[in-house]
Antibody, heavy 117, light 107 residues
Framework: EVQLVESGGDLVQPGGSLRLACAASGFTLSSYWMHWVRQAPGKGLVWVSRINSDGSTINYADSVKGRFTISRDNAKNTLYLQMNSLRAEDTAVYYC??????????WGQGALVTVSS | DIQMTQSPSSVSASVGDRVTITCRASQGISTWLAWYQQKPGKAPKLLIYVASTLQSGVPSRFSGSGSGTDFTLTISSLQPEDFATYYCQQANSLPYTFGQGTKLEIK
């Protein structure tokens, strides 16, 4: 069974940093593109970033470029999102997602990041 | 960025009804479109990808169609578990973008 389990969500002050992790099981992480998608409270879905199977291709939404870094450790079956210079507007549930045919096939349960003083 | 516009934003329907949700892209996206269902407090669930391919395990009452800029999601006979919010998403070009969502409520 495919499982994605996010961790690392927390309350952080504006300007602070946080690292999310996504532990993958039930499949070989190294075979898949992976994404982060976020959802602010009561709002819609927003794509954040993607990384290809070996980490050689990475893309970001303009809203997080230069502040967030996506990475992966295939040996540990784990995806990461390092978030720096956090802003109030980054407050959201962050989902780790496995892609298939450019669709988001499997989603984690989400990690809540709250940016507030 | 490609803008995705769903209509309606909300709809009330009864069990057994046929419901259609539309999604329009601001530019052509071929068939690079997916549909998701989200229930409160839960992660989205993939229903349809490449416009009309049913994801494994999704009931056949769900169907998708369209290409270019206009797409539809149809639920042929609503079941109680179908009341949720539905999103379309384009995967033609970065940044991937979603529609604003359609909330399907019980009449």
């Amino acid at each position: 069974e495919v499982q994605l389990v996010e961790s690392g969500g927390d309350l952080v002050q504006p300007g602070g940093s946080l690292r999310l992790a996504c532990a993958a099981s039930g499949f070989t992480l190294s075979s898949y593109w992976m994404h982060w998608v976020r959802q602010a409270p009561g709002k819609g879905l927003v794509w954040v970033s993607r990384i290809n199977s070996d980490g050689s291709t990475i893309n970001y939404a303009d809203s997080v470029k230069g502040r967030f870094t996506i990475s992966r450790d295939n040996a540990k079956n784990t995806l990461y999102l390092q978030m720096n210079s956090l802003r109030a507007e980054d407050t959201a549930v962050y989902y780790c997602v496995r892609a298939r045919s450019a669709a988001f096939e499997y989603w984690g349960q989400g990690a809540l990041v709250t940016v507030s003083s | 960025d490609i803008q995705m516009t769903q209509s309606p934003s909300s709809v009330s329907a009864s069990v057994g009804d046929r419901v259609t949700i539309t999604c329009r892209a601001s530019q052509g996206i071929s068939t690079w479109l997916a549909w998701y269902q989200q229930k409160p407090g839960k992660a989205p669930k993939l229903l349809i990808y490449v416009a009309s391919t049913l994801q494994s395990g999704v009931p056949s009452r769900f169907s998708g169609s369209g290409s270019g800029t206009d797409f539809t999601l149809t639920i042929s006979s609503l079941q109680p578990e179908d009341f949720a919010t539905y999103y379309c998403q384009q995967a033609n070009s970065l940044p991937y973008t979603f529609g604003q969502g359609t909330k399907l409520e019980i009449k």
